[in-house]
């Protein structure tokens, strides 16, 4: 069965561990996403296509999906901060290893074992808000969580790309080993002790799949995730594209993405906190619009960078939109729906980039676009039909209800 959680009644919201945690999140998404600001340094020194350069995306999604329900079993009377520590001690050493592989092989090996490290501190962290400070605060300290994400749109992806750009891709991998290093003494430091209070079993895990609002909340994240990484995996070589542009200007347009990612995810973490579909609702029809219309704006500067912010607000406000609608759909089980969650969640990234590479070969770059919008208004269809619960959150206390 799922832990019970205790939560000291005196905890605020905004306690160092959140913020260790939400750092966590940042390093493992900042590693995750790199190689698309990397991508066309990568493709220049490893002779590839854009196709082939985004398996370094595709490749750490496919092994985090497997990771994510597979780890809480593999560690289930862990403590998770001892959990979390490793798992950032291995990012470290994966991303050394990215740093110095000296072929395409080498690196995906090291990429796959990124995604060790992404599946399991997604299913870990994600459920630990609740966990960390007392219950009425649960929703805050998720957003928080989550936020971790967002800022590595803003700082993580660009700051890559613009290193990437005066010193190397392989120096972008060697930071990131660095940072990844000093996160897990972070965390040894600032979490307090998180034993397991019971066993997360792949039946618990896989029991929940009956519930039907888990399940539409589940189909509405493949889809929207699948699309957003669909079209973003290739989204520099887009912009490359526009007229105006100059490629070195790409990192700062990414950084415009990243600073409206941050303000969608707490704009969609206060909408999320009451009603959880409706919001990631209205993120899939917001994304759906803004990478849909990118394709047709691509002449237009203005356009293509106001279009850009429009996607990086709605982006935004995904993770915790759906983090909330799944935990208000199952309050009992938090990390095993935690872990649901992380695992279909990277399966749609590694999908996302499998897919908008294929269209990028075919149909170039824009294709990607084309496609990514499509699925991105189907999660929007899907969601529309699908009815459930999880129209309100779960919030942040102890049995808490759904509406």
């Not at 395409?104 to 995604?115: D, E, N, Q, S, T």
């Amino acid at each position: 069965m799922e832990q019970i959680i205790e939560r000291p009644p005196d905890r605020g919201a905004l306690t160092p561990a959140v913020f260790a945690v939400a750092v966590a999140t940042f390093t493992v998404v900042t590693t995750e996403m790199l190689p698309v600001g990397l991508l066309t340094a990568l493709g220049d020194g490893l002779r590839l296509s854009d196709g082939t350069a985004g398996l370094t995306v595709t490749l750490p999604g496919v092994v985090a999906a497997l990771a994510a329900p597979v780890l809480p079993v593999a560690v289930r009377r862990a403590d998770r901060r001892t959990v979390l520590c490793a798992l950032l001690a291995l990012l470290a050493a994966a991303n050394l290893l990215a740093a110095l592989a000296p072929t395409f092989g080498v690196l995906l090996g090291a990429r796959a074992l990124v995604g060790v490290c992404i599946g399991g501190v997604w299913a870990v962290a994600a459920g630990l808000g609740a966990r960390l400070v007392h219950g009425a605060h649960a929703g805050r300290a998720t957003a928080v969580i989550f936020s971790g994400i967002a800022v590595a749109s803003v700082l993580g992806v660009p700051a890559g790309t613009l290193l990437g750009a005066l010193a190397g891709w392989r120096w972008a991998f060697a930071v990131m080993a660095g940072l990844a290093l000093a996160v897990a003494a972070l965390l040894a430091l600032l979490l307090p002790p998180l034993p397991a209070r019971g066993a997360v079993g792949l039946g618990e895990i896989a029991g929940l799949l009956r519930i039907p609002a888990l399940r539409s909340g589940l189909i509405v994240v493949a889809l929207l995730v699948t699309g957003h990484f669909a079209a973003y995996t290739y989204v520099r070589p887009v912009l490359e594209r526009v007229p105006a542009i100059q490629p070195e200007a790409v990192s700062g347009l990414l950084l415009v993405y990243g600073v409206a990612g941050v303000a969608g995810n707490f704009v969609g973490g206060a909408v999320a906190a009451r009603t959880p579909r409706r919001a990631l609702l209205t993120v899939s029809a917001v994304l759906a619009g803004a990478v849909l219309l990118s394709v047709p704006a691509g002449g237009s500067l203005p356009a293509s960078v106001a279009l850009l912010m429009v996607w990086g607000l709605a982006y935004g406000g995904v993770s915790v939109s759906a983090q909330n609608w799944l935990m208000a759909a199952v309050p009992a089980h938090r990390e095993a729906g935690s872990a649901l969650f992380a695992g279909v969640f990277n399966a749609a990234i590694a999908l996302g980039a499998l897919a908008g590479g294929r269209a990028a070969d075919r149909f170039e770059a824009a294709g990607a676009l084309w496609l990514g919008g499509t699925l991105a208004a189907l999660a929007l269809g899907a969601g529309a039909l699908t009815g459930g619960r999880g129209g309100r959150a779960a919030g942040a206390g102890e049995g808490a209800r759904t509406g």
